[in-house]
């Protein structure tokens, strides 16, 4: 089992807070839920939609936030987001087995040491992970980095220039072992929808012992 003592939330530790209209909460050493998507993945209009409902809810429930709180903004406005993505808009490239290896690769490039993968799993427009950051690295540079090599190896393959991946991400931090475990089941029920060669699906071995 993995020694996670210092790997969730701390409110009694400060919050670095980076990023725009998305803030991405961060400290060292934690473990976040992640989703990142296809520049394409959801039309404009409906992206507009739910920006709205978004900044409606967030006027009217100001951080901080109690975990009850927190806990209805990701079923009402996140689950939103996630829901529009499995309904599988655009061009869905990661459908393709020898697209999905270029992010596989680059989940695997590091870990185990500037972070550690718990589980991931790579829909055809879209993925997610559960990670924990090695102390001393920060989130932006890691998704950064991933989202650069991959959209250069991916967009050779694919015989294109452009974005690829949309600009921001989606992060949550993990606050126990409770929200640990619904968000590795998460990631394991996502693609139960799709066939067999359309995802990828990893898991670390205590995950999969913990949902067994």
């Given at each position: 089992?993995?020694?996670?003592d210092?790997a969730?939330?701390?409110?009694?530790?400060?919050?670095?807070?980076?990023?725009?209209?998305?803030?991405?909460?961060?400290?060292?050493?934690?473990?976040y839920?992640?989703?990142?998507?296809?520049?394409?993945?959801?039309?404009?209009?409906?992206?507009?939609?739910?920006?709205?409902?978004?900044?409606a809810?967030l006027?009217?429930?100001?951080?901080?936030?109690?975990?009850?709180?927190?806990?209805?903004?990701?079923r009402?406005?996140?689950?939103?987001?996630?829901?529009?993505?499995?309904?599988?808009?655009?061009?869905?490239?990661?459908?393709?087995?020898?697209?999905r290896s270029?992010?596989e690769?680059s989940f695997?490039h590091?870990?185990?040491?500037r972070?550690?993968?718990?589980?991931?799993?790579?829909?055809?427009?879209?993925?997610?992970?559960?990670?924990?950051?090695?102390?001393g690295?920060?989130?932006?540079?890691?998704?950064?980095?991933?989202?650069?090599y991959?959209?250069?190896?991916?967009?050779?393959?694919?015989?294109?220039?452009?974005?690829?991946?949309?600009?921001?991400?989606?992060?949550?931090?993990?606050?126990?072992?409770?929200?640990?475990?619904?968000?590795a089941?998460?990631?394991?029920?996502?693609?139960?929808?799709?066939?067999?060669?359309?995802f990828?699906?990893?898991?670390?071995?205590?995950?999969?012992?913990?949902?067994?």
């Open positions: 089992m993995e020694d996670f210092n969730f939330f701390n409110e009694f530790i400060e919050i670095r807070k980076t990023g725009g209209k998305l803030p991405h909460w961060q400290q060292p050493g934690a473990t839920f992640l989703t990142w998507r296809l520049a394409d993945s959801i039309p404009e209009e409906l992206m507009i939609k739910w920006r709205a409902e978004r900044d809810w006027a009217e429930h100001p951080k901080p936030w109690e975990p009850e709180v927190e806990t209805e903004y990701h009402t406005i996140t689950m939103g987001i996630e829901r529009l993505l499995d309904n599988g808009h655009g061009s869905c490239v990661l459908k393709r087995t020898e697209v270029v992010v690769d695997q590091a870990d185990g040491s972070y550690d993968m718990h589980a991931w799993v790579i829909m055809p427009n879209h993925a997610h992970v559960l990670f924990s950051m090695a102390v690295e920060s989130l932006e540079k890691v998704v950064g980095g991933w989202k650069k991959t959209a250069r190896r991916i967009n050779v393959i694919l015989g294109q220039e452009g974005r690829l991946w949309q600009k921001d991400y989606f992060d949550t931090m993990i606050r126990d072992w409770k929200h640990m475990i619904r968000a089941r998460y990631v394991r029920r996502n693609p139960e929808k799709l066939r067999e060669g359309e990828t699906l990893y898991e670390a071995d205590w995950v999969k012992l913990m949902l067994a």
